[in-house]
């Protein structure tokens, strides 16, 4: 992982870099799985990896597009309908699919970082206004704690450990 919060960068530039890093950490994970092992249901919820990085795009759009009054574009899920749909890979979508909307969402909120002041503020989907800097802070924390998960999964797959690639 190439990623490295800067010791002494800017705020904003060392939120982002940090979390890059467990955008990272995410994709790594995935890396090397077939797409049974990226299906498997591992825990009696039914989690499995590909679903945790499909919500992860929801959770991206949702955050900084949606709460900044931007388009999220097409969703592959319906929360209002099924509030877990965003956990789980129906067997229409492909590993490609699910990667690309990761991808899509990703740089879509890249957009908005890129384009918004740390405070400017937008309204979360409870109706709470919450600056630039919060959603940050709340993405790179949510990123984190599924980079966790996913850590916990890929061990139980293949014994595969660690947090990010050492080469």
Do not use: C
């Not at 945790?52 to 574009?73: I, N, P």
């Not at 789980?88 to 909307?101: G, K, Q, W």
């Not at 630039?132 to 966790?148: K, P, Y």
Request: hydrophobic share 35%; glycine share 8%.
């Amino acid at each position: 992982m190439s990623n490295r919060v800067p010791f002494t960068g800017e705020e904003k530039e060392s939120l982002l870099t940090a979390l890059d890093r467990h955008r990272d950490a995410v994709l790594w994970k995935l890396e090397g799985l077939d797409d049974e092992q990226l299906r498997r249901p591992m825990t009696p919820s039914g989690t499995n990896p590909l679903g945790l990085l499909k919500h992860l795009g929801g959770a991206e759009l949702g955050w900084f597009r949606q709460t900044f009054g931007r388009d999220t574009g097409p969703l592959p899920f319906d929360v209002d309908a099924d509030d877990s749909s965003d956990m789980r890979v129906e067997p229409h979508e492909s590993t490609a699919d699910i990667l690309a909307f990761y991808a899509r969402a990703r740089a879509d909120a890249d957009e908005v970082i890129g384009e918004l002041a740390l405070d400017d503020l937008g309204t979360s989907w409870s109706g709470n206004s919450v600056s630039l800097r919060w959603v940050l802070i709340h993405m790179t924390t949510e990123t984190a704690r599924h980079a966790g998960h996913l850590d916990i999964l890929r061990e139980l797959i293949d014994g595969s450990t660690g947090d990010h690639d050492r080469s």
